[in-house]
């Protein structure tokens, strides 16, 4: 069912889970009048009421959860900046705004496309920002706050990579915090066709320059969460490996062009990557290695659909209680699920009306339940520890 979530065209998407209390959800919208704000349900998503205290957001793209403390919220609203509720979404206040300025006097509001907290300092928050008219090379894109959000520097920002972090909306990939050091970051961007990542190991006082120029990194990364110093990085060639903490990389067994990756949490040796997806290309395949990427095996029994209509995988998600059980969010056809480490795939859309799926979340705890963002709201389903399919006689 739609899960109590308003009726008309909105765009759910992304969803945060309380993780002190998987029945409380809150999800940012954009309805079909250019109008968007914030929902919290705080019953498994069966309703929603507004979480905007009176104030109007207009495309809501960002949406993060304090780590230590649930009860703080922060969201980004187009070009209008950084609001923050201290409420669990009851009220909310505007943070200082993030400006952009370049020293040829080329300013402009920052669009945020990618919000980090440190989950050891909650009070430090980083913002990578976009220019939504162009980029320039002077531009400082990353702004950091080490008081909540009450004050932002850009002082952090790479210099001179205003463009290779893409100043356009929505560009390549976000800025990502190693998740076992909350110093080391990562932002990835490319200028010209040509892919960069860029690296710090002291929350943003110093920057790489430049790793992996024009060969590793443009649309995802995964990192090893017991080895940070291997990463994984798609394209639209392929996957590429880093064993020493990015400074250099190798291409994997797989040289498709990759727009998800999803690394098992459990057995990190095991990767799962969506390809195709960039621009009329669409899906070309679902595929896994068990081997750290050394080789890849298409796992598509179920998905004779998508690759028939070229339909891209927008979503992979890994259940975090059971690796064996995973869902793969599409663009046009739902859900589909696997209860056996992507040998075979199920459609999973029981009462699932939107297909367009943009984001996939699973609560913590005894009792799941799977959360789907789609252009058309929010919904969900319970999901308990499903059985593998029995094998036929």
Same mark, same amino acid.
């Given at each position: ?19 002190? !209390? ?7 919208? &954009? ?65 200082? !705004? ?42 400082? &894109? ?44 990562? !932002?990835?961007g490319d200028f ?52 020493d903490g990015a ?13 998800? &990756? ?12 969506a390809t195709g ?37 927008? !979503? ?78």
């Amino acid at each position: 069912m739609n899960a109590g979530f308003p009726s008309g065209n909105l765009i759910a998407s992304p969803i945060v889970i309380d993780p002190r !209390a998987p029945a409380t959800l809150y999800a940012g919208y &954009l309805d079909g009048t250019g109008t968007g704000g914030i929902l919290k349900s705080t019953d498994r998503a069966a309703s929603w009421n507004p979480a905007n205290a009176g104030r109007s957001f207009v495309d809501i793209r960002v949406l993060a959860m304090d780590p230590v403390n649930a009860d703080t919220i922060y969201t980004a609203a187009g070009t209008d900046g950084v609001f923050k509720s201290v409420d669990r979404g009851a009220s909310w206040t505007k943070l200082a !705004a993030l400006q952009l300025s370049a020293e040829w006097g080329f300013s402009g509001r920052a669009y945020t496309r990618s919000l980090l907290i440190d989950f050891v300092r909650p009070n430090i928050l980083y913002a990578l920002t976009a220019r939504v008219d162009g980029c320039h090379f002077l531009d400082r &894109l990353l702004f950091q706050s080490t008081d909540g959000g009450a004050t932002w520097s850009n002082s952090v920002s790479p210099p001179g990579s205003g463009c290779i972090l893409l100043g356009y909306v929505g560009g390549a990939l976000p800025m990502v915090m190693d998740p076992t050091d909350s110093n080391r970051l990562y !932002a990835g961007g490319d200028f010209d066709g040509d892919y960069a990542l860029l690296k710090s190991t002291d929350a943003g006082a110093s920057w790489s320059n430049r790793l992996g120029w024009g060969c590793c990194v443009g649309n995802a990364l995964a990192i090893d969460p017991t080895n940070p110093a291997i990463l994984y990085g798609g394209t639209p060639s392929g996957v590429s490996k880093s064993t020493d903490g990015a400074a250099t990389w190798r291409d994997t067994g797989l040289s498709i062009g990759v727009n998800v &990756l999803a690394l098992d949490p459990a057995r990190p040796s095991i990767l799962y990557a969506a390809t195709g997806g960039f621009g009329s290309s669409g899906f070309a395949g679902l595929f896994k290695s068990t081997d750290s990427g050394a080789s890849w095996l298409p796992i598509n029994n179920g998905l004779a659909s998508l690759i028939d209509t070229r339909s891209p995988v927008t !979503a992979l998600l890994i259940d975090p209680a059971n690796s064996n059980v995973l869902y793969a969010g599409t663009s046009g056809y739902g859900v589909f699920r696997s209860t056996n480490g992507g040998a075979t795939w199920s459609l999973f859309n029981d009462g699932l009306t939107n297909l367009h799926v943009r984001v996939l979340a699973i609560s913590k705890g005894g009792s799941k339940t799977l959360y789907a963002g789609t252009s058309g709201g929010v919904f969900q389903i319970g999901v308990g520890t499903p059985r593998p399919p029995r094998a036929r006689p």
